[in-house]
């Protein structure tokens, strides 16, 4: 059983930056980490994910070149570095953990409680 952990969601203006990080716990494996967003009355919409040397990841495409996602092995945390926030990227960012490299939602088995994130002046 994987427990996940987000934190770093709050209010930042548009333009601004926030750091969301996730920790996991209850594992000895390595599994694939991946962030996702939602918000009220919409799917869940993939985000960033990351493979399990951390080598590879990939980004949506509504968010690439502005957020980035990095893990550390000694804390067993995966980060999401968001920069340029807008409006439109407000939501609930939930991480998640999958056994393979994937954008796909019905491919992670462990979630997070969510940590809200909202951009507004």
């Known amino acids: 059983q994987v427990h996940l952990v987000e934190s770093g969601g709050g209010l930042v203006q548009p333009g601004g930056s926030l750091r969301l990080s996730c920790a996991a716990s209850?594992?000895?494996?390595?599994?694939?980490m991946g962030w996702f967003r939602q918000t009220p009355g919409k799917e869940r919409e993939f985000v960033a994910t990351?493979?399990?040397?951390?080598?590879?990841?990939s980004v949506g495409a509504s968010v690439k070149g502005r957020f980035a996602i990095t893990r550390d092995f000694a804390s067993a945390t995966a980060y999401l570095q968001m920069n340029n926030l807008k409006p439109e990227d407000s939501a609930v960012y939930y991480c998640?953990?999958?056994?393979?490299?994937?954008?796909?939602?019905?491919?992670?088995?462990?979630w997070g409680q969510g940590t809200q994130v909202t951009v507004s002046s």
């Open positions: 998640a953990a999958s056994p393979v490299f994937a954008e796909q939602i019905g491919s992670y088995n462990y």
């Open positions: 209850g594992t000895d494996s390595t599994w694939v």
């Open positions: 990351i493979s399990k040397s951390g080598g590879i990841t």
